[in-house]
């Protein structure tokens, strides 16, 4: 079969926030640059960030980058690679005038500069007063962002295929990556995109769980296409549950509700997270509020006639503000619960949300695997945004600081592969085995007669990583949760397509996103199972305390055998002095 080919400098999978930021460095480089998205660029999940981007530019608080590096470092309860955090943070308040110059609409204070909310684990004077560092276009950040960086890449001429689907990278036998297979999902036709650097900008893998604030295109199909071509994945078990998703329905209540002075309460009425975070009491990072409601609702203090949820407090701040400062919110709360946030309280509990692992990337975006004399990177691939682990959240991410780390990551990325254009002027020779295989994978669906079907496993698959991988874990019950999400792709073999027509086939995709959640659940349940210690957002009741000795150290997953592998943790930032490891309260 013959199939139809493309030639780009760099192939950019994947058009949220990080690919577009990436695609636009490039094109106003003048290279030539292909975006591939399986949704309208504008749709990607980026769209949906609410709260807004971190950056020191104390606009309402004192604030300086530094303190911001010593929060995201002990946010990330010490897993987080220091020189990308110093990068990172340093980078940030540069990054986001950018933006505004580029059409961002920011919020304003009075004075006319931008407006900046207080987010969870924000400090001033490493660990003193709250901070306000999160700049926030209303209660719409990520749909202000992508927006603009769409408009941007459209003038600068970025060639976008929209509505294609990467099925897998295309590898020679020197390991160089060489682009990928894609399939238009409109005709049902296989497309080869060849190019000399590939980017992975796929995005969060939420939809593992089955309660998630993820939109349904976040299947993390970057992670296991990255996994198939033989790369590992890092810091899997790091998965970060909100702490204020809608109860039972998963929609987001973002922290900046919170930032704006909305608080937590319990079938008591009491403000529970004094007990749990004194100082920073709602405000506490993620991990530490998910795990403090989970814990009200399992002691017997949740609330509603199942006991099971909290209610976060939003009517004291009154209409106004509420309809100034988080006017999404109001309609979501509205629209999903029908009540009115400026007079009742909203019943919320921890949902999965934010991917913390990822594929292996330095702060240029290079994609870095161990060999025998320490690391080295995949010539030609690159990985940004949430399916990368550069690493910056570590073992739990602070809210604002990933619309942080797709801009900050992507540029960096774009200026890098620039200079590989520079150095690698040539396509290289395809390698034919490579594109067979990837037309095999996609094959694979063609197969008819009778079988499994995809939306029941796929619901097996969520409920079992939601029982068996949630915020607190267990040796026992995770070794339960792997055996049985190792049944499920047993039974992936034997799901058949009942719908094999070629225009717009949706069940087709929907095969390649599961079969894509498989690997990662896999990946996650594994590497979960591995660590035996509490760090961040992997909460082992087996082993309480966060082991120092043992396990400051990244861990990386194989696909080949389900390996698990580690790798140091970077203590030593790019200038400055590190911080160490130690106890973290908030
Ligand atoms: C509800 C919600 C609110 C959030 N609020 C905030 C916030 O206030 N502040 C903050 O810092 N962070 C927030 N986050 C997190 C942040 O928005 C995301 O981590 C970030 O936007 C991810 O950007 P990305 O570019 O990596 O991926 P995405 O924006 O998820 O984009 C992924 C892209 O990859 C494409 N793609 C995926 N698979 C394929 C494939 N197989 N073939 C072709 N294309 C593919 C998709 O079409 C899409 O274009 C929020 C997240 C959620 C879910």
């Known amino acids: 079969m013959t199939i139809a080919k493309r030639q780009f400098d760099t192939l950019v999978i994947g058009a949220g926030g990080g690919g577009l930021r990436a695609a636009l460095q490039l094109a106003q480089a003048e290279a030539s640059v292909a975006v591939v998205s ?91 007063d709250q901070a306000a560092r999160t700049c926030a276009a209303a209660d719409r950040t990520g749909h202000a962002i992508l927006h603009t960086l769409y408009q941007q890449n459209i003038r600068a001429k970025t060639h976008f295929f929209d509505e294609y689907f990467a099925i897998d ?23 080869l995109i060849e190019a ?41 078990e790091f998965f970060q549950f909100h702490p204020t998703g809608i109860a039972g329905r998963g929609m987001l209540i973002t922290e900046g509700a919170r930032g704006e002075g909305g608080y937590l309460i319990n079938k008591d009425g009491e403000r529970f997270m004094e007990r749990y975070a004194p100082h920073a009491r709602d405000l506490a990072s993620r991990d530490v509020v998910s795990r403090a409601i989970a814990t009200e609702v399992r002691e017997g203090r949740g609330c509603g006639s199942d006991g099971d949820h909290v209610l976060l407090k939003l009517d004291h701040l009154g209409r106004e503000v ?52 320490g690391q080295e990177s995949i010539p030609g691939l690159y990985a940004v945004g949430e399916c990368a682990c550069v690493s910056v959240h570590g073992a739990n991410r602070l809210g604002g600081n990933s619309l942080l780390d797709i801009v900050v ?9 620039i200079d590989y254009l520079n150095d690698n002027r040539y396509h290289r020779p395809l390698d034919h085995d490579s594109v067979e295989q990837a037309m ?4 694979r669906w063609d197969q008819k007669g009778e079988g499994e079907s995809v939306p029941v496993l796929k619901k097996e698959l969520q409920t079992t990583m939601e029982n068996y991988c949630g915020v607190f874990r267990s040796e026992e019950i995770l070794q339960q949760g792997l055996d049985k999400v190792l049944q499920l792709e047993q039974r992936l073999q034997a799901v058949r397509l009942k719908d094999h027509s070629k225009i717009f086939n949706t069940a087709r995709i929907e095969a390649l996103e599961l079969e894509n959640l498989m690997d990662i659940a896999i990946a996650t349940v594994a590497s979960a199972l591995g660590r035996q210690e509490s760090r961040g957002a992997h ?4 082993h309480p305390d966060r082991d120092d000795q043992r396990w400051l150290k990244h861990s990386l997953y194989y696909k080949e055998q389900h390996r698990l592998d580690y790798k140091p943790v970077t203590l030593k930032p790019l200038t400055v002095d590190s911080f160490p490891p130690k106890e973290r309260v908030y």
């Open 169 to 191: 990278l295309i590898k020679d036998q020197e390991g160089f990556i060489l682009g990928a297979l894609v399939l238009e999902i409109e005709t049902g036709e296989p497309l």
């Open 322 to 373: 509420l309809y100034k400062r988080l006017p999404g919110i109001c309609d979501t709360v509205k629209m999903f619960l029908h009540i009115d946030p400026a007079e009742e309280a909203i019943p919320v509990f921890p949902t999965a949300h934010y991917t913390m692992g990822g594929i292996p990337t330095d702060r240029h975006g290079r994609v870095i695997v161990p060999v025998a004399q």
């Open 196 to 236: 000399k650097t590939t980017l992975l900008a796929t995005g969060g893998a939420g939809q593992l769980f089955r309660t998630n604030t993820n939109a349904h295109i976040n299947t993390g199909d970057g992670l296991a296409m990255a996994l198939r071509a033989g790369i590992p994945v890092q810091d899997m």
């Open 539 to 542: 909460s082992r009741i087996d």
């Open 440 to 443: 095999a994978h996609l094959q």
């Open 38 to 128: 399986k949704v309208f660029p504008t749709r990607s999940h980026t769209v949906a960030a609410q709260g807004g981007m971190n950056a020191a530019l104390a606009n309402v608080l004192p604030d300086s980058w530094h303190w911001h590096m010593y929060d995201t470092v002990k946010g990330s309860d010490y897993l987080g690679d220091q020189d990308a955090i110093e990068y990172m943070c340093r980078s940030a308040s540069n990054l986001v005038v950018e933006l505004e110059h580029a059409g961002v609409p920011f919020s304003r204070l009075d004075n006319g500069k931008i407006y900046q909310r207080p987010f969870g684990g924000q400090s001033q004077n490493f660990g003193g």
């Open 409 to 417: 990551f992507g540029r960096a990325a774009g200026n890098d592969i």
